[in-house]
């Protein structure tokens, strides 16, 4: 299996009021393909509707995300671009 680096982005609403969220660390680190995986995103100043996308070759995926705190959303990876290993 060859691991491809993959970009995350992290965009906040277009508020005026909204903070730049500032991103600190993923987990995990890797997944195995053919099934769906839960990733979670650290930093800080995400609000509630912060979406994580997955960017691969150019195609940005919007994931399905669930705000936890304002350090830290989840972002459920559909098994269709799973495989992947995240560096920093």
């Known amino acids: 299996m060859r691991n491809t680096t993959k ?20 987990a995990p680190a ?8 839960l990733l979670t995103v650290y930093g800080a100043n995400f ?10 070759n150019q195609t940005t995926t919007a994931l399905a995300t669930t705000y936890v705190s304002a350090y830290e959303p989840t972002a ?12 920093s």
């Open 47 to 56: 609000v509630s509707g912060s979406l994580v996308n997955w960017v691969q």
């Open 76 to 87: 459920t990876v559909p098994a269709s671009v799973l495989g992947f290993h995240i560096s």
């Open 7 to 26: 970009t995350i982005l992290i965009n906040c609403l277009a508020l005026v009021n909204n903070p730049i969220p500032f991103l600190t660390s993923t």
């Open 30 to 37: 890797s997944a195995q393909p053919g099934a769906a995986a």
